[in-house]
């Protein structure tokens, strides 16, 4: 099959034979952004993001995009309404063990409740930034707000989607996750989100180093 982004209506997708737009299953699997932010006031924030990754390493910058709005008063999401106010915010790792821990903060609280202590998750405070770490991912990113990049709205709502960037100014590890001098990814299980309500937890890895030019037959 091939579709035009443009003309996916309900009625295409189900012409396709297709129950949900697959753009989502398709760039899979994403790493998951647990996004802790406070607000202008210190009131805390904590909340998964999926359109989430790394866009350099040198220097490290990372960013989540905030889709749509805030189910509870129409405005923006809490994690990006905090991040224009105070300018920071932390990347927590979510683990395998942390999955449930990590939906319950994707529900949205109003912005003057701390979502971290109405969900009951156990915090650490950070070094260079304000909002506080979840303590009991594996590794946590500092970041300090580069930029807010205005993205296309939803053509069909019109909600914004704005790509937040931000640059990794420090990084915790808990030792117990460093293995021969290296994060040990596959001792840390982190989860990915998949397409739908599907998700992928890494329990294996491999190694393949890139190949020199010319390259070398059979
Ligand atoms: C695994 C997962 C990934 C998500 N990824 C995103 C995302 O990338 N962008 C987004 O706007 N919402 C995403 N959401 C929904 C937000 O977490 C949800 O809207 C949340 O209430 C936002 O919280 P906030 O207002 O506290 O920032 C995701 C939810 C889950 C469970």
Known sequence: MFFETKDLTRAALNDLGLSFNPFKAIVAPRPIGWITTQNAKGVVNLAPYSFFNAVSSDPPIVFYGANGTHDADGGEKDSLRNVRETGEFVCNLVTWELRSQMNDTATSAPNEIDEMQAVGIASLPSRLVKPPRVAASPA????????????????????????????????????????????DTTRAQPLARLGYHDYAVVTEAFEMKRPSWPLKKG
């Open 140 to 183: 946590h990113l500092e970041c300090k707000l580069h930029q807010l990049v205005e993205l296309p709205p939803d053509p069909a709502t019109g909600q914004r989607n704005v790509m937040v960037l931000g640059l990794v100014v420090g990084i915790h590890i808990d030792d117990n996750f460093v293995v021969g001098g290296r994060f």
